[in-house]
């Protein structure tokens, strides 16, 4: 991805975007320490490290700064930050644990295939689909507006859903009162919901087209003779 260290003015660990990352990782720890007692506080913190995930790669962009390390820094703070707020969603939704814990499974087994998948391959990012049999992949890593709505549109609802959890540990109920209130988060949350479903469904195809991947990287290398 990047030139070697050497030639580069700083060291990649200064690298402008990996300091959005340490900072995106500093502001996390805050909100998910508050997550309990100060709901709004926490929202506030959270979606200021989802937007900040934009900007550390318009200035690895911008400075020619990208990085191995940056790009792995990038999704592990993506996929833990998104991880934990599952888990409190299956906190205060207990009924509906599994749901949560299921997503959240399935967006790090999805990823985590997906960036060993892109190394196998030997391309710079696991956004790089051009060779995909997929027109979903390719329409959801090729399109920033397609990305964009689904990813925003996910944590936007598990945000919401977050605001709308009062204690009664049942998600239907939850929502259903707040679609009863009209309230707006309610609507807020049904206008991001159809984003979280696509993300989901992209979630499997990728996991599917990156095992594929890892299954042909096998079945290409030369068999070893036995002894």
Excluded at 81 to 106: E, K, P, Q
């Amino acid at each position: 991805m990047a030139a070697s260290a050497t030639s580069r003015p700083w060291p990649i660990y200064l690298y402008v975007p990996n300091l959005i990352g340490y900072a995106r990782i500093l502001i996390n720890i805050t909100a998910f320490a508050i997550c309990f007692s100060h709901k709004a506080l926490f929202v506030a913190l959270y979606f200021f490290s989802f937007v900040c995930d934009y900007f550390d790669g318009r200035f690895a962009q911008l400075l020619n700064q990208r990085s191995t390390f940056g790009a792995v820094l990038d999704m592990v703070t993506d996929r833990v930050s998104t991880a934990a707020l599952l888990v409190i969603l299956s906190h205060l939704f207990s009924n509906a644990y599994l749901l949560f814990v299921g997503l959240l499974a399935l967006d790090i087994s999805s990823h985590w295939l997906q960036m060993y998948s892109t190394f196998l391959s030997n391309k710079t990012s696991h956004k790089d689909v051009n060779d995909s049999k997929s027109l979903l992949l390719r329409l959801y890593y090729q399109y920033r507006a397609v990305m964009g709505y689904c990813a925003i549109g996910a944590e936007v609802l598990y945000l919401v859903l977050y605001l709308l959890g009062d204690g009664s540990k049942d998600l239907t109920e939850v929502v259903l009162t707040a679609a009863a209130e009209k309230s707006v988060l309610f609507y807020v949350g049904l206008f991001a919901f159809p984003g979280c479903v696509i993300k989901q469904i992209v979630n499997l195809v990728q996991m599917k087209s990156a095992a594929d991947l890892c299954v042909v990287h096998d079945l290409q290398k030369p068999q070893q003779k036995s002894s």
